[in-house]
């Protein structure tokens, strides 16, 4: 069995980071995501929304109830205006698509180093126990 050190592992991990920058699903998401910054009317909205966030933050602070519920009703109106935005909604589509394929090739990855520890040491891959020897 080859031993690697952790340098050699962290730049074959750098290799698959560029890999996974170039699939499909992540060239989708660049596209998205500057369309998503280009849009004017959305860009506007998160930064009124912005401003308001800090000033109910500010509101809250001083006690100041009612200002504060009109507010976060301006807050609210904001929010469902941006979620509504088709753009908005296939951008969450998309993030939710990428953040699969991490956690698929995290996992993948997780797996793989546990069966090979079980492997290694003699152990039974079906009830997930490791051996007690290790083979060399």
């Keep these: 069995m080859a031993l690697y050190t952790r340098s050699e592992v962290l730049e074959e991990a750098k290799k698959l980071a560029h890999m996974l920058s170039n699939i499909e699903e ?4 660049k596209i998205v995501e500057a369309k998503i910054n ?30 504060l519920a009109i507010v976060e009703k301006e807050i609210k109106n904001i929010e469902e205006e941006i979620d509504g935005m088709p753009i908005v909604q296939e951008f969450k589509e998309v993030q939710d698509v990428v953040n699969d394929v991490l956690q698929l090739v995290t996992g993948t990855i997780a797996r793989s180093v546990t069966n090979d520890i079980i492997e290694a040491t003699g152990g039974d891959l079906l009830t997930g126990k490791t051996g007690t020897k290790i083979k060399e």
Excluded: H, T
């Excluded at 992540?26 to 998401?29: A, G, L, T, V």
């Excluded at 280009?38 to 809250?60: C, F, I, M, T």
């Design 26 to 29: 992540i060239n989708r998401f």
């Design 38 to 67: 280009q849009n004017e009317r959305l860009q506007s909205l998160v930064k009124k929304l912005k401003v308001l966030q800090k000033q109910a933050v500010n509101l809250q602070a001083y006690g100041k109830e009612k200002a």
